[in-house]
């Protein structure tokens, strides 16, 4: 299912980055949280996969969320109850950030999530039936990618969140948000999920408005699209915006919000989504030496460069919050994060401060001599990695005003074709030419 559908929405409205992976607007009923209570076990002889432990009650008891400094693989297990109202509805379990992973239900292998940078999500949906079920969770601190915190500290386990989640059978799988500043229209994307990919049908509503009421010029207007009947696919529209709208400005955050509500039918059933974004209008240029956020200039010299350290992996907004603040009186308003992506939480706070950040891509430090270069980095497992990576950062923060970029890192650009090979790729898979950088090709 392909449709197009352009129309004018004379309304204040504001995007941020293109790609936006919304996963606001849950209800508390569609949420069960697992932090808590776990069993754990480590496995230092890497014996559990062997043995298959995910078939056997586990002992050792561990609170999650929570981190253990070891490099050996860990095994976490507990009992979960799938609600009956749950029945017939997608079920995904969330953590929001995790060493590489592996889950199970029962004694069915659902996946293996290997990312350091963005939620891992499982699909649950086939074995998650209403009632009593094993859950066993294995992660991998020595299973390090090829890619990713390998500057991290010692840390194993899983932070943030940890949720289990249900939506109906038919969804909104991805929104992509394409802007272009200089004609005031924004291509909106969404693309739609269906269990077993059985037909939809509907109306997806769009509406917009200044995610601070009081300060609201205009009253939300309201758009609405058919979605077609037929196999899940996507459709696209083209929004336009007053010129006048506020933008997101460094130290002069004005964010909105754009909320999405699909109802349709799926195999003559009734089925509803719905996500809320905050997004901030801005537009983001290279210049020899920095980068540009709505024509003010942010000079690369004068940005804070990060590492990961234990503090930094909090997922608390407030922590964070309070950390850019401090920088912010300083003067420092631009943060790079080298080889590594901060959490959702140091996004949210910055983009209620103004201040900008640029998430880091990179390979860990070649080893001395380097390895002999591949025949064809098309197939080469470090550039299959980044690319992977790279786009799981952008789908689940992109919407952010304050990520204005993000940066493939030093040791990656060792590499000339891997490097134009990364940036070239996920630049035409963003859709915005402007947030994909090397920060050697701009550099003091």
Known sequence: MAHVVRFVLAALFAVAAPVIRAEAGESPADTLALSGDWAMRPDPRA??????????????????PGSVPTRDALWFQREIDIPESW????ITLHLERARPSTVWVDDSEIESVDSLAAPHVYDLTP????????????????????????AAPEWNGVLGRIQLRACD??????????????????????????????????????????????????????ALLAVPDGPPGQ?????????????????????????????GLRAGQPVTDRRELVVGLRDVATAETG????????????????????????????????????????????????GWCPPAA???????????????????????PPPPPVADVRHDARSRYLLAEGERILRHFGHHA?????????????????????????????????SILRLRDHAP
Do not use: C, Y
């Not at 074995?127 to 390998?150: C, I, N, Q, S, Y």
């Not at 969804?171 to 037909?199: K, Q």
């Open 47 to 64: 014996e559990g996969l062997n043995a298959r432990w995910f078939m056997r009650a586990l002992d050792g008891a561990f609170s999650l």
């Open 87 to 90: 029945r017939g509805r997608r």
């Open 127 to 150: 074995d998650a039936k209403p009632g009593r079920h094993r859950l066993t969770l294995r992660v991998d601190a020595g299973k390090f990618p090829l890619v990713g915190l390998a």
């Open 169 to 222: 059978p038919a969804w909104m799988e991805m929104i992509h948000i394409e802007p272009d500043l200089s004609t005031h229209r924004i291509r909106v994307t969404v693309r739609f999920g269906s269990i077993n990919r059985a037909p939809i049908a509907g109306t997806l509503t769009l509406q917009t408005g200044l995610a601070n009421e009081t300060t609201q010029l205009q009253a939300p207007a309201t």
């Open 235 to 263: 459709i696209e529209t083209e929004l336009s915006f007053r010129p006048d709208a506020p933008r997101w400005n460094i130290h002069a955050p004005e964010l909105h919000r754009l909320t999405l509500q699909f109802t």
């Open 291 to 338: 980068i540009e956020v709505n024509r003010r200039r942010l000079d690369f010299a004068s940005a804070e460069t990060t590492t990961p350290s234990a503090d930094l992996l909090a997922l608390d907004e407030r922590a964070w919050r309070e950390r850019l603040a401090a920088a912010a009186e300083r003067g420092i308003v631009l943060h790079r994060f080298s």
């Open 346 to 368: 140091a996004f949210a706070a910055a983009d209620a401060l103004g201040v900008a950040l640029m998430p880091g891509l990179d390979l860990p430090p070649l080893a001395n």
């Open 402 to 434: 304050s990520f204005i970029a993000l940066e493939i890192g030093d040791n990656a650009v060792t590499d000339p074709r891997l490097a134009d090979h990364l940036i070239s790729v996920m630049r035409t898979r963003d859709g915005n030419r402007r």
